[in-house]
Nanobody
Framework: HVQLVESGGGSVQAGGSLRLSCVAS????????LGWFRQTPGKGREGVAT????????YYADSVKGRFTVSQDSAKDTATLQMNSLNVDDTAMYYCAADGYSCYSGSWRGRYTHEYNDWGQGTQVTVS
């Protein structure tokens, strides 16, 4: 299993930026896809962005394309979600998750929560 810890959440005004980090530890050699999800009260988790570990291929939900950027560090144990031009609809708890398979296999499988076994505890983002 992979242990994941998110950080970087907070409160920001509309139009501002935040940078979230997800640090992975444990069996990191086995994970190939890292996903960022968000959830608001009463709703399911929405896939926001994913990155294939190693290859660096990224995928984004339409709602965040052009505003959010997911990346990984050279050691591949930290993934970052840079969020720009934030609006109130981006307010949510943000989670990172890890899976052993590629984020994309004929379709963007990494956007679905059921594809992941390992999750972080989340970090709150509030835009006002």
């Amino acid at each position: 299993h992979v242990q994941l810890v998110e950080s970087g959440g907070g409160s920001v005004q509309a139009g501002g930026s935040l940078r979230l980090s997800c640090v992975a530890s444990g069996d990191t050699i086995y994970y190939n896809c890292l996903g960022w999800f968000r959830q608001t009260p009463g709703k399911g988790r929405e896939g926001v962005a994913t990155i294939n570990i190693g290859g660096g291929k990224t995928y984004y939900a339409d709602s965040v394309k052009g505003r959010f950027t997911v990346s990984q560090d050279s050691a591949k144990d930290t993934a970052t979600l840079q969020m720009n031009s934030l609006n109130v609809d981006d307010t949510a708890m943000y989670y990172c998750a890890a899976d052993g398979y590629s984020c994309y296999s004929g379709s963007w499988r990494g956007r679905y929560t059921h594809e992941y076994n390992d999750w972080g505890q989340g970090t709150q983002v509030t835009v006002s």
